[in-house]
């Protein structure tokens, strides 16, 4: 699937390496693919460049809960939608530690840290730094979400010792208006832009089930894996649908099409590692089984995401029983 295509020979460099290698044609050929053959391609590719039993274990801790300004049409914490989430203060680095504590505790290697934020303002940002050096003192991988980085933000989180940042695509660019109006996905791209150059990990994925079309699915995994590099975390959202939201009540997703979409997550990112993440609380089991068959080798790990709830761990041990699933260990990672 590589980039040259026949005009190679008159685009100035500068085109050749901006070039997607992956076009949405490309994707949506891979989506159309009859089931079996695509999700073999898939778990093909997987097995090539992980341990096909291990799946990374991330916790979830929102540090600052509700009264975003933003209007992200998924999302409960945007205070112009009538959600039962409150406007909370942000946590205190103490709290925050018990929590990274017991998420060790319970087998998880990453503690990413959650806040519904525009962006960090300047003091918010220096308690976010005392959190993650806490959190990192306590030999876990940290990960933050804290919205739009403004200059010089990310080269102090990087300074902390911040391994990852989390800032999604979301949906393709031709599908974001209709979602957001509040920032664009230039925004976004800018933010990550800044966190590559800090040298920090990039977590980036998205939603699905917001109505979307397959094509823009497809969109959405291309523009991910054509991101140069692509993300070392792609977290694969399916929408979890909060009354008072504007997306409550869209049409469910078809759970194999989620499946697929993990499978494309794979195919085109091959040693990313692909996050089975919001919406496992409402997934069967056997669904589960297929995305990491599919190439899911990570998930949220504890009862709740954010807002939302999440399997509970005795759940998810047991699954992983079943299985013959285990805990990846930080090692066996190649970022
Ligand atoms: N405010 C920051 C931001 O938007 O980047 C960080 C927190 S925000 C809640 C992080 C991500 O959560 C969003 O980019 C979106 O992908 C996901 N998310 C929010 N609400 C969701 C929902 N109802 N279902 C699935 N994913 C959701
Ligand atoms: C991501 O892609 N999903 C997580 C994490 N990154 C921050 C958040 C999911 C949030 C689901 C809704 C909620 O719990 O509020
Ligand atoms: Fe705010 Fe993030 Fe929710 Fe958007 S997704 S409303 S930016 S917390």
């Not at 992980?50 to 998924?74: H, M, R, W």
């Not at 994925?205 to 590099?229: F, H, K, S, Y």
């Not at 990491?292 to 999440?310: E, H, P, Q, V």
Request: aromatic letters at 6%.
């Amino acid at each position: 699937m590589d980039s040259i295509t026949d005009n190679a020979a008159v685009a100035s460099a500068a085109d050749i390496t901006r070039r997607a290698r992956w076009s949405v044609d490309q994707v949506t050929a891979l989506l159309e693919l009859p089931f079996n053959d695509l999700i073999h391609r898939a778990h093909s590719v997987h097995r090539e460049h992980f341990d096909p039993n291990a799946v990374q274990l991330s916790t979830l801790l929102s540090i600052k809960t509700g009264g975003c300004p933003e209007d992200c049409g998924y999302c409960p914490q945007a205070v112009r939608h009538h959600t039962n989430v409150d406007n909370e203060d942000m946590l205190a680095v103490d709290a925050v530690v018990a929590a990274a504590r017991a998420a060790k505790d319970q087998g998880a290697t990453r503690f990413c840290m959650g806040a519904a934020w525009r962006g960090p303002k300047e003091r918010d940002l220096e308690r976010v730094i005392e959190m993650v050096k806490a959190v990192r003192a306590l030999g876990l991988e940290t990960c933050a979400t804290l919205g739009m980085l403004k200059p010089g933000q990310a080269e102090r989180l990087k300074a902390a010792g911040l391994d990852y940042y989390n800032h999604n695509l979301d949906t393709a660019p031709e599908f974001y208006g209709e979602i957001i109006s509040t920032h664009t996905q230039e925004d976004r791209l800018g933010t990550l832009a800044k966190v590559r150059d800090a040298g920090i990990h990039v977590c980036c994925g998205g939603i699905v089930g917001m109505g979307e079309t397959r094509r823009t699915r497809a969109a959405l995994i291309a523009q991910l894996a054509n991101l140069d590099p692509y993300p070392e975390s792609v977290p694969i959202n399916n929408l979890v649908q909060v009354e008072g939201t504007p997306l409550h009540g869209a049409a469910q997703l078809d759970l194999f099409e989620f499946v697929r979409t993990i499978a494309c997550a794979r195919i085109t990112m091959p040693k990313a590692m692909v996050r089975l993440s919001a919406g496992r609380q409402e997934m069967p089991e056997g669904i589960q089984a297929l995305c990491f068959f599919a190439g899911a080798n990570s998930i949220f790990y504890g009862d709740k995401l954010l807002t939302t709830g999440n399997p509970e761990v005795q759940r998810d041990r047991a699954l992983f029983k079943k299985l013959g699933l285990r805990p990846m260990p930080r090692e066996q990672r190649e970022f």
